[in-house]
């Protein structure tokens, strides 16, 4: 069942959420999966961000290719990771009628993206693996910052969901997003952006 949460968003434990995404009303599409892989145990070995394009039918490969030149060892885990990001790549595809797409796996423990912002893109899909999910507001908070008021609710997504957040290039009402304040903390997270690969340098 799709659930809205606001005039924006929908969310659903079923993958086909994603395809809301196209609609007009709709900014924010959030699959909210249950039984994700855990990958923590990767995050035990120094890594090096991931960032490349490619075509679906080369993506698996040079996802193998890209881990390992990062640092990722050989494990279940990785051959896991692997698999999870193909699919979800494949999925964006579908939602987004492209046949390629640009990846960025990155470790992040600092402050990155920390203000409330939209993307300049079309659509990007985000899952955080590991630690704390993006967070982002409904339509109401998304008004009050950008009349420079705090907001009353920020929402955050769980680790393993999947969101595609509208961007600036799609539509005049994006969705309003950053990552979670975590400098200082000691948390690390594991964090997949897909986008098209004509708006990669959004």
Known sequence: ???LLSPSAQR???HSVLDA???EACNLAIWERSGAPAFDTLLASPLDDVRFAATLSELGARLTAQLGAAGY????ARAALI???AALAERYAAVMEIDAVSVRLAIVTTNSCRKFHADY???RLITT????GTQWL???DAARVARDEEPHHIRTLKAGDVGLFKGRMWTTHPAIHRSPPIADTGEKRLLLVLDPVRDAAG
């Open 1 to 3: 069942m799709t659930t």
């Open 73 to 76: 060892p050989a494990t279940p």
């Open 83 to 85: 698999a999870d990001i």
């Open 129 to 132: 693996y590991v630690g704390t």
């Open 12 to 14: 659903s434990t079923d």
């Open 121 to 123: 893109v079309k659509a």
């Open 21 to 23: 995404i196209r609609d």
């Open 138 to 140: 409904d339509a109401e």
